[in-house]
């Protein structure tokens, strides 16, 4: 193997702001302590498509003993034209365990301390976003006091 393989570029799909309201508690499971976070609702915008978070979804996270904390967030968009867009997003966030401790309580954090990425997955029926649907895409998130900021890509 002479050649070495050109890595896959990343184009910006949206930036969103998610409000979120404080973490449910559920408690110890064999993986971890189990959080629910309610999402609010929020805005994203983009070149291609802009609009609204939804509230009623919610991101479904694990505090793994190592100190990684496993997110799972389900929730839908809906475009300044009215399609409803279906995300399913799943990443890890960790960090330094005294910058994990200060995210936890609520602190502003700077967001290059920690590592928080996400993998996105789409489903949309409307025929004008049904290109989502074949995405994949990557995202850097940062965790603020009431909230999360996502920079989503596609992969190219």
């Given at each position: 193997m002479a050649d070495t393989p050109e890595a896959p570029g990343l184009r910006l799909l949206y930036r969103a702001e998610v409000s979120i309201d404080p973490p449910l508690e559920v408690g110890e499971l064999a993986a971890g302590v189990r959080r629910v976070i309610p999402?609010?609702?929020g805005r994203f915008q983009g070149p291609r498509l802009t609009g609204t978070v939804l509230a009623g979804g919610a991101d479904w996270q694990v505090l793994r003993r190592d100190g990684v904390t496993e997110v799972e967030a389900r929730y839908t968009m809906?475009?300044?034209d009215g399609a409803l867009i279906?995300?399913?997003n799943w990443g890890l966030r960790h960090g330094p365990p005294e910058v994990m401790?200060?995210?936890a309580a609520g602190e502003p954090v700077d967001p290059a301390s920690y590592t928080f990425r996400t993998t996105p997955r789409f489903r949309c029926g409307h025929p004008d976003y049904a290109w989502l649907n074949?995405?994949?895409a990557v995202a850097r998130a940062e965790r603020h006091v009431?909230?999360?900021m996502l920079d989503v890509f596609e992969v190219t």
């Open positions: 999402i609010r609702g809906q475009t300044e279906e995300v399913l401790a200060r995210l074949r995405v994949v009431d909230g999360v």
